[in-house]
């Protein structure tokens, strides 16, 4: 049955191509079949693959690699198209698959009645494939190959309605900005090779473990250059400014591409080439230092906006952030593992939020919703199931990721105070803007009316996602195997235990103190003043769009307008210019005139004379 | 003999097509088509099946070539006709015969006037420029890149758009001039090799290890390289294209960056280094910097346009930036790359400009600001440029990503900055590209454009090189096989 592991990425490049090769004359009944059933039949598929791994696993046999074909292969150069399965992938395998197959369920209800239903699962399907790739490469050509194809869906998806500019633009900034990691990414691999001849995961971290030092300066400029393309595609410090317009895109999107699945891309890649940081221990200290500071930062911003995807959008960049903490301190399996829980209970707020916005009519303010509750019961229950695991209460899935994370930070070599403390600053705001979120859109005086809108292909999803979110937690993932060195077993003393339930729980009682309770008057604070200011600083993302802008957007775009006629050109037209001036200054002296040419002929000889009498 | 046939149908067909222009439209394009078709079978022979039409095939032990002819011309100058065909060279000629059967397809229905002589020149352009991949006679050589040029003045020049005059004038000045300074070249090379060796010979074979060194080895070789480099084009001897390309009808557009732009890489691959390798050694720093500058600077010029002819032109510039870049690195990854790139940009700026070009024809303008939403009136246009753009900016899984990244894998092991500031292409080709998109056929169609999607022969000439560049991106092996052996006769190491 492992031999079937090609169809996995296979089964949806066909259901891409279908859709695709169709011309849109796929009517949406037999579309949403071909899309989400080739997903489902994907995921169908991966649990066979997944059922004869683990038989494998406890023969001993941990990784599993096919050949498809050699890609290119120039000098000593190799690379080909082959996969290759191991815990990690695995884990990651069922989520795309998994999570991937609720949620194009959940959209063939939500993109009812829209023109292009078809072409949105040609993207969707195809955006699967690529993830699928990424995550079953046993090459880094390979996996860039699945990470530029997500990129690209990404893009296509963002703008999937392209009649308002505004959509394209978020698009394209989404698309270039992650591809400036990308172009960091290139270069890596490009210096991987140089040294180690070599972009073969395996034999790379076998030939770096062999070759490098710890601490060698090739470790530090390699994992950098890594850490830029997952930093990008993980909208992280310092390029995480493309993901919350990334929400222009319709909400499954949100859920499926920029929550549960690419944007832990970046994690994957870290957790891959764990082997790699490890051999530079400056840089993984970083990688857990920007995971610290976005956290937190991201967690500020979620707490002042008020479109209700953007909120969860910090949130994921935020919970990302706790990922990125884990790969630094070097707890991977809790990174993976926080990975998978944040995926369903992302995808659940999502997939929620989307039924809340179209049961508003389009409608994403949160400031425009409020005391929801009793007209969207179903809404409500889930969006709570998903709060409460996002806020890592006890005993859903979030707690008990989150809290590996905190305890692994407190107690690995790596750790320490800073970014433990980071951690559960983070864990407070959590609590904080996801009640807040909770609170205004649940709670207080309703202003519209809503109507639940219903239907198996909806709910359905929804509740798998939501008992994925309670219970999921306890899910065992088969991770050990590939981060063999870190069999973690975490002994935190009580004290550090209640904090960090406390917290969160601590942070959900000022949300209520403050948003049900109103014992702050929130408006009075951000109207004026420095309170305002701040308000406008966390909300624009601590002024970075801004700063960029100004720093690289604004004069590129300017110095291409100025340059718009290629200033080159003018050397050559003025050569030809001056060509024909001088033609018209001698075109003077041909008058036909014989006295004119009589007297210059004379006026010569004089010269002529004059010169050879005188010189 | 069968090179000397492909030129031969070619100029016959060219002629035929001529004599018949007053039967009408019809009769000249389908003897073009007949004379095209014709080539491609011989093509097609020498690629699948050698053997049956007695050409020893490729493989990587050997490098010889795959078939060679040797005739006296002008024995007394030591002049003769050498055409030689090995695995590099065949790629190209692939390419022009298939490319050429494109532009057939992107002129068939806008070609209205003169059309007899527009086949003419059409033709003997492609049996110029295969006349320019497989002569091996220095004199021969310089006769095709002649050859090639004359009938792509007259495409331009009368079936051209509203400044055809100045572009084609343009393109004339610029390619004789450094065509000027390549014949000079290769007057003082024969003459010098004459003077050591008392060998008169305009053969490559003979001119090959000439043993030019110093001034006068950089001179000559300088000679060559302006000439090579304007064709291809580099900045700063690039503007002859932008405007070439957007007065150029659609299948001058579709030849001139298709295969025009090749032959200038050809040359640089196949004689400005073999022959001056010590010149050109030293020489590197500047051409792969060159490179790098065509890379950056002509897609910040690109973004600018409002011309949509014009846009893709400047991309050309770019992405033709990577070639050089690649040749001057001069290691088996990067050379191998650049002949990716070579082949992998002449189908997907052929079928960018075939979508201008067809766009064009549409409404009759070429400004990007008075599009928008074309998604809506055209889905089937759309979606081929959206794929074309898609390969344009580099996606893995189509073929100008294996060329782009093979340029940059041999390159950085060349010069680390130079690959790290040719990696910012990567940014800024998504920029211009991505505008593209929004532009035409992205957001409102503000003027309410009406027009018909592609007709069959469009589609089938996208779905052609739709599959082409899926064959580079995901099977480039092939291309690499028949080009390796090549690479290795001209002195490159495969480690």
Known sequence: ????????????????????????????????????????????????????????????????????????????????????????????????????????????????????????????????????????????????????????????????????????????????VTRVGDASMALGLFLLFASLGTLNIQELMVLAEEEWEVGAGIAVAVTLLLLGGAVGKSAQLPLQTWLPDAMAGPTPISALIHAATMVTAGVYLIARTHVLY???????????????????????????????????????????????????????????????????FKALLFLTAGSIILAMHHEQDIFKMGGLRKDLPWSHALFLIGTIALVAIFPTSGFWSKEEILASALTNEHGGYLLWLGGIAGAFMTGLYSFRLYFLVFYGKKTHDGHEVMGWHLQGPLVALAILSLVGGFIHIPVEEVFHAHAEDHHVSLFYQAIMIGLPLFGVLCAYLIFIKQKVDVEKLAGSGFGAKLHRFFYTQWGMDWLYDRVIVFPYVGLAKLNKKDFIDSVYNGTASLTRYLHSVVIETQTGQIRWYTMTMALGVLLVISIGVFA | MILIWLMLILFAGGIGAWLSESRGIGVPRVIALVAILLDLALVIFMLLAPESIGLTPVTSEQDEWLVLFQADWIPRFGISFIFGADGFSLLLIALTVFLGLISLGSAWHEIKERSGFFYFNLLWTLAGVIGVFTALDLFLFFFFWEVMLIPMYFIIAIWGHENKEYAAMKFFIFTQVSGLLMLLSILVLVFLNYQATEVL???????????????????????????????????????????????????????????????????????????????????????????????????????????????????????????????????????????????????????????????????????????????????????????????????????????????????????????????????????????????????????????????????????????????????????????????????????
Request: net charge negative.
């Open chain 1, 278 to 344: 490890e051999l530079a221990p400056s840089v993984q200290y970083l990688v857990g230092v920007i995971g610290m500071i976005t956290l937190i930062m991201a967690g500020f911003t979620a707490l002042v906006q008020n479109d209700i995807k953007k909120v969860l959008a910090f949130s994921t960049v935020s919970q990302i952030g706790y990922m990125f903490l884990a790969l630094g301190v070097g707890a991977y399996s809790s990174a993976i593992f926080h990975l998978m829980t944040h995926a369903f």
């Open chain 1, 1 to 176: 049955m492992i031999d079937l592991l090609w169809l996995v990425p296979t089964i949806p490049v066909i259901g891409f191509l279908i859709l695709t090769f169709s011309c849109g004359k796929l009517s949406e009944i037999p579309a949403g079949i071909v899309g989400a059933g080739s997903i489902g039949l994907s995921f169908l598929v991966a649990m066979l693959v997944g059922l004869d791994f683990m038989s494998m696993s406890e023969a001993g046999i941990h990784s599993y690699s096919q050949t498809l074909w050699t890609w290119m292969a120039v000098g000593s150069f190799e690379a080909g198209f082959t996969l290759y399965l191991d815990g990690v992938s695995l884990v990651m395998m069922f989520i795309i698959t998994g999570i991937g197959f609720l949620i194009h369920v959940y959209a063939t209800g939500y993109m009812h009645d829209d023109p292009s239903f078809a072409r949105f699962f040609a993207y969707m399907n195809l955006f699967i494939a690529a993830m699928l790739i990424l995550v079953l490469a046993d090459n880094l050509l390979l996996l860039f190959m699945g990470w530029e194809g997500v990129g690209l869906c990404s893009y296509l998806l963002i703008g999937f309605w392209f009649k308002d500019p505004y959509n394209g633009y978020c698009a394209r900034k989404a698309f270039v």
């Open chain 2, 201 to 495: 010979s305009f053969s490559y074979f003979d001119l090959l290890g000439n043993g030019l060194t110093g001034e006068v080895g950089m001179l000559v070789m300088l000679g060559f390289f302006i000439a090579f480099a304007t064709k291809l084009p580099a900045v700063p001897i690039h503007n002859w294209l932008p405007d070439a390309h957007s007065q150029a009808p659609t299948a001058g557009s579709v030849i001139l960056a298709g295969i025009l732009l090749k032959t200038g890489a050809y040359g640089l691959i196949r004689f400005t280094v073999p022959l001056f390798p010590d010149a050109s050694m030293a020489f590197a720093p500047i051409a792969m910097t060159l490179g790098v500058v065509s890379i950056l600077y002509a897609a910040k010029v690109a973004f600018a346009q409002s011309d949509l002819k014009r846009l893709i032109a400047y991309t050309s510039v770019s992405h033709m930036g990577f070639v050089l870049l690649g040749v001057y690195a001069w290691n088996a990854q990067a050379l191998q790359g650049a002949v990716m790139t070579m082949l992998a940009h002449g189908f997907s700026a052929a079928a960018l400009f075939m979508l201008a070009g067809g766009l064009q024809h549409r409404i009759h303008t070429r400004d990007m600001d008075k599009m928008g939403g074309f998604w809506g009136v055209a889905p089937k246009m759309s979606f081929m440029a959206l794929f074309f753009t898609v390969a344009a900016v580099g996606m893995p899984g189509l073929g100008n990503f294996v060329g782009e990244f093979l340029v940059l894998l041999g390159s950085f092991q060349v010069s680390i900055t130079t690959t790290a500031f040719a990696a910012l292409g990567l940014v800024v080709a998504a920029v211009y590209s991505l505008i593209v998109i929004q532009k035409v056929f992205h957001g409102e169609n503000k003027n309410n454009y009406e027009f018909d999607d592609l007709t069959f022969i469009e589609m089938a000439c996208f779905a052609l090189m739709m599959i082409g560049l899926l064959w580079m991106g995901l099977y480039p092996q092939s291309m690499l096989d028949m080009a390796e052996p090549t690479l290795r006769s001209l002195g490159v190491a495969f480690p």
